[in-house]
């Protein structure tokens, strides 16, 4: 059973490790058959499959988060997260928009459910028209 101290510190562990470009110490917070449910797209289960979407967030994109706030319910076994991701997009991802360094930053946020000291489920959300709109404008 999670406490809401311990569930606090994990989330921020998990996104002080994000900040640092360290998946695997992201990877080792996350249970091995975590669900991931991706902005506006599908839902993917499992550690070999986040490692396989940390693998392409590094090479189409550099983002550091800031101004992250954490929420946890009392019982510690969910939590939320609110952000500001400042970013540029390095490398062509599939089905978006071609990439060339532009630079971007919107809110963002996420849902986590905690079990046994390790984070089950991540549900991620921004705002895709912002990203694509921001990604657009080339002065």
Request: hydrophobic share 40%; proline share 1%.
């Amino acid at each position: 059973m999670s406490s809401a101290a311990t569930s606090r510190e994990l989330i921020h562990r998990y996104y002080l490790a994000f900040n640092r470009a360290d998946w695997d110490g992201m990877l080792e917070l996350l249970a091995e058959e975590v669900i991931h449910d991706l902005n506006q797209g599908n839902r993917e289960i499992g550690r070999a499959r986040f490692e396989s979407f940390l693998q392409r967030m590094n090479r189409c994109y550099l983002e550091v988060l800031s101004d992250i706030e954490i929420m946890v319910s009392a019982n510690g076994q969910r939590a939320a997260a609110e952000y500001v991701v400042s970013g540029q997009y390095l490398s062509t991802d599939e089905g978006l928009p071609a990439a060339s360094g532009q630079r971007y930053r919107l809110a963002g946020g996420a849902f986590f459910e905690i079990r046994d000291g390790v984070i089950q489920r991540i549900s991620n959300h921004y705002n895709l028209q912002d990203w694509l709109r921001q990604i657009n404008d080339r002065d």
